[in-house]
């Protein structure tokens, strides 16, 4: 039975028992690890008094049958996993108070010790919304950093998919068990990260995800990176939570502007607004205060914008305009803005239908 118990058997045992994370890591750093936590736990009244239902839980489940059965499961959907004790546990992980008692993993464990950079926003983006993540994606990737997100829909689906287009390294964070994929449409996509990146989630492979435990999970998109990205967010969007960690955490926080009446972007105008992040408009501006280099090869490919076609962009990002709405708005002479507006369609930023304009 002794030998049964091994720390690493210890810390799933309180992550099958869905023990109160903050609670049970401040006992085990009370009384100096996992397995003086384990050796008192029978034994001192005052346990059962600091962690409450979590107690119950944890003596149900000290149970030798139980937790073989439970570890056989990992094993047979090929799932692994890595305890605080593990080398390869991530450091920004074990700075929080309700660090993983467990990380179960698919894929390229090595990327945990990469620089790695969050990429969230909107589940509903604009067409400039897209545009915008697959230019900072692709381009963060290429000067080197692995790109997280949380395979959410929307922007963070973008965020992997435009990595691994360009043969980028991505790690997804679930707010869900392996076993239990959402939203659905995103299984190939996970199936593919699995694969050609890494896919963790501090929840049992079989948990299918609550209210609860997608923001949750935004804790660890930024415990995890050098920095987060917001491309589009709205006012109330679940992207403020990683916002907020972020912050509390001492990450980087970056945004893009957008047009002040599209409500996806009200979330990224109050940021910049209330001064709790640096607004960005290029890739090269991250890099720069991460003191990454800028490599030729972002360099050659990068979009580099003017003012007045930025501002196209941000008028285009609620949907299409006509000419005339577009002319208003820029107070350029006509010839300007066709001269601008044609560029901008060479360069396949914009298209048009007649005299109605739209994001390419």
């Known amino acids: 039975m002794k030998d049964f118990f091994s720390d690493k ?9 869905d023990a ?13 690890g996992i397995r003086d936590f384990y050796e008192h736990f029978a034994f001192d009244n ?8 979590s107690y119950d839980k944890l003596k149900k489940n000290l149970d030798k049958d139980f937790l073989t059965k439970e570890l056989e499961k990992i094993e047979r959907a090929e799932i692994s996993f890595l305890t605080p004790l593990d080398e390869k546990y991530p450091k920004g992980f074990l700075e929080l108070n309700d660090a993983p008692f467990v990380i179960f993993y698919k894929g390229r464990l090595e990327l945990l010790q990469s620089p790695c950079f969050t990429v969230v926003g909107t589940r509903n983006p604009s067409n400039y919304g897209k545009k915008m993540t697959k230019l900072f994606a692709q381009e963060l990737s290429r000067s080197g950093l692995t790109i997280v997100s949380g395979m959410a829909t929307g922007i963070d689906a973008y965020v992997h998919r435009f990595t691994l287009e360009v043969q980028g390294d991505t790690i997804a964070i679930l707010g869900n068990g392996h076993n239990e994929i959402y939203p659905a449409v995103n299984y190939e996509l996970y199936n593919e990260i699995s694969q050609k990146g890494l896919v963790i989630s501090e929840f049992l492979p079989d948990f299918k995800g609550t209210v609860y435990s997608y923001p949750r999970r935004n804790r660890l998109l930024s415990a995890l990176s050098m920095g ?18 972020a912050l509390e955490q001492g990450r980087n926080v970056f945004v ?4 002040a009446d599209n409500t996806r972007v009200l979330g990224n105008l109050r940021l910049i607004r209330n001064s709790q992040c640096a607004m960005v408009y290029e890739p090269r501006h991250i890099l720069e205060e991460l ?24 008028l285009l990002a609620n949907g299409e305009l006509h000419y005339d709405n577009i002319l208003y708005s820029t107070d350029l002479a006509v010839s300007d803005l066709n001269s601008l507006l044609t560029i901008m369609e060479i360069k396949g930023l914009i298209a048009k239908n007649g005299t109605m304009y739209f994001l390419a």
């Open 9 to 17: 058997t210890l810390y799933f045992w309180l992550a099958v028992s």
């Open 20 to 32: 109160s994370p903050t609670k049970v890591n401040a006992c085990i750093s009370h009384y100096g």
């Open 46 to 53: 005052k346990l059962k008094d600091v962690l409450g239902n």
């Open 228 to 245: 987060v990205l917001v491309v589009e967010a709205g006012e109330k969007s679940g992207t403020m939570y990683t916002v907020e960690y």
């Open 256 to 259: 893009l502007t957008g047009a």
């Open 291 to 314: 003191n990454i280099p800028y490599t030729q090869k972002s360099q050659a490919q990068a979009l580099q914008l003017d003012f007045n076609e930025q501002k196209i962009l941000d």
